[in-house]
């Protein structure tokens, strides 16, 4: 399953989407049918908090999973900073155990310092 949800800093604004099934066909869902709980966060050193535990729930399929990082701090700290890593997923598909491993990208959590970069670039060059 891939699951992306999009927000605009700017107007906080935003899309979801949800498709995908284990045999790979393609199944778009509404941000309506998925609910998505965030259960643990983890901080970095500067105290940016990301979430570190989720259940998504999708009733319509009866989809039920937990989601978890293989490891805590797997930020990348580039422009933006943001945090990507492997995570191990398990829980119920209409009632069966499931489980597996995954891919997470959260972006828009770190605030971004511009006037450091710029004050930086300036120093840079001289001025």
Request: glycine share 12%.
């Amino acid at each position: 399953m891939t699951a992306r949800r999009s927000c605009s800093t700017r107007s906080g604004t935003g899309t979801e989407r949800v498709t995908g099934t284990a045999p790979g066909a393609s199944r778009p869902l509404t941000s309506e049918e998925v609910a998505i709980d965030v259960f643990d966060h983890w901080s970095n050193a500067r105290g940016t908090r990301y979430p570190s535990s989720w259940r998504i729930r999708v009733p319509s399929l009866s989809l039920e999973v937990g989601v978890r990082p293989v490891l805590a701090d797997q930020e990348f700290r580039s422009t933006p900073t943001y945090w990507e890593g492997a995570v191990d997923v398990s829980g119920t598909r209409g009632g069966a155990g499931i489980a597996g491993r995954g891919y997470v990208e959260l972006v828009g959590y770190a605030a971004e310092r511009s006037s450091a970069r710029a004050t930086g670039a300036k120093a840079l060059l001289g001025r």
